[in-house]
């Protein structure tokens, strides 16, 4: 990076800083608390042992390409947006909340509240099975394995195939279009209990469809 560009992103990073922080007067008071940790490198908060009461809607909402809004307006700050994204929880009535020890906060997410973005494989696992891991748009690192299975859906009017990874709890991360072609490339017919099914091995198997279902698939492709 050349001394005009570092000063271009230096000069980004100050504007985006200056818009995020002009948002905290209209903040509830203990997401300003957490804004302005923003950049602190801690753990993950223990949202799932704060049952505090719910506190209403908040105009905040996780766009499907991975966008953070705050009224209306964009969130720049990276730092900020996983900050926001360490304190979000999925409950059973399928609504995403901020939480904090002291409130709970339903925001909109339009599709899932992550995203996958970048894939590899450990090819070191000792069972050799080149477990694949995951990356999403907060920087979480995410095995596939169990815990944090696969799950596919087509897509409305378009029934093309998207796939989501569990992070946490039940938050997902939409696996990105560019990255779902690396996916399916991996995809292979299953063995076993999974014979006669069209999937990816990650230690675990994972189907996408039966084999007569990728047929169809192919047909209408």
Same mark, same amino acid.
Request: with cysteine; net charge negative.
């Given at each position: 990076?050349?001394?005009?560009?570092?000063?271009?992103?230096?000069?980004?990073?100050?504007?985006?800083?200056?818009?995020?922080?002009?948002?905290?007067?209209?903040?509830?008071?203990?997401?300003?608390?957490?804004?302005?940790?923003?950049?602190?490198? #801690?753990? /993950?908060?223990?949202?799932?042992?704060?049952?505090?009461? !719910?506190?209403?809607?908040?105009?905040? #909402?996780?766009?499907? *390409?991975?966008?953070?809004?705050?009224?209306?307006?964009?969130?720049?700050?990276?730092?900020?947006?996983?900050? !926001?994204?360490?304190?979000?929880?999925?409950?059973?009535?399928?609504?995403?909340? /901020?939480?904090?020890?002291?409130?709970?906060?339903?925001?909109?997410?339009? *599709?899932?509240?992550?995203?996958?973005?970048?894939?590899?494989?450990?090819?070191?696992?000792? *069972?050799?099975?080149? #477990?694949?891991? !995951?990356?999403?748009?907060? *920087?979480?690192?995410?095995?596939?394995?169990?815990?944090?299975?696969?799950?596919?859906?087509?897509?409305?009017?378009?029934?093309?195939?998207?796939?989501?990874?569990?992070?946490?709890?039940?938050?997902?991360?939409?696996?990105?279009?560019?990255?779902?072609?690396?996916?399916?490339?991996?995809?292979?017919?299953?063995?076993?209990?999974?014979?006669?099914?069209?999937?990816? #091995?990650?230690?675990?198997? !994972?189907?996408?469809?039966?084999?007569?279902?990728?047929?169809?698939?192919?047909?209408?492709?």
């Amino acid at each position: 990076m050349n001394d005009k560009q570092h000063q271009q992103r230096t000069q980004r990073g100050a504007t985006s800083h200056g818009e995020d922080e002009a948002l905290l007067p209209t903040m509830p008071a203990s997401l300003s608390a957490l804004m302005e940790r923003a950049g602190d490198n #801690r753990a /993950l908060p223990p949202v799932e042992t704060w049952h505090p009461e !719910f506190c209403g809607d908040i105009d905040m #909402r996780i766009a499907s *390409d991975g966008t953070w809004f705050y009224q209306g307006t964009p969130i720049l700050r990276d730092a900020l947006v996983r900050l !926001f994204a360490s304190v979000l929880r999925r409950e059973e009535d399928g609504q995403t909340y /901020l939480v904090t020890p002291v409130e709970k906060l339903r925001i909109t997410v339009d *599709d899932a509240p992550f995203l996958a973005v970048e894939m590899a494989a450990e090819a070191d696992m000792p *069972d050799h099975s080149g #477990r694949l891991v !995951f990356r999403t748009n907060v *920087d979480d690192l995410v095995p596939l394995d169990a815990d944090h299975p696969l799950r596919f859906a087509l897509e409305d009017g378009t029934h093309g195939l998207k796939a989501y990874l569990r992070v946490r709890g039940g938050l997902e991360a939409l696996v990105t279009r560019a990255l779902m072609f690396d996916l399916v490339a991996l995809a292979e017919e299953g063995t076993g209990d999974t014979c006669g099914h069209f999937g990816i #091995r990650s230690g675990d198997a !994972f189907p996408i469809c039966s084999m007569e279902e990728l047929a169809m698939l192919e047909g209408m492709a």
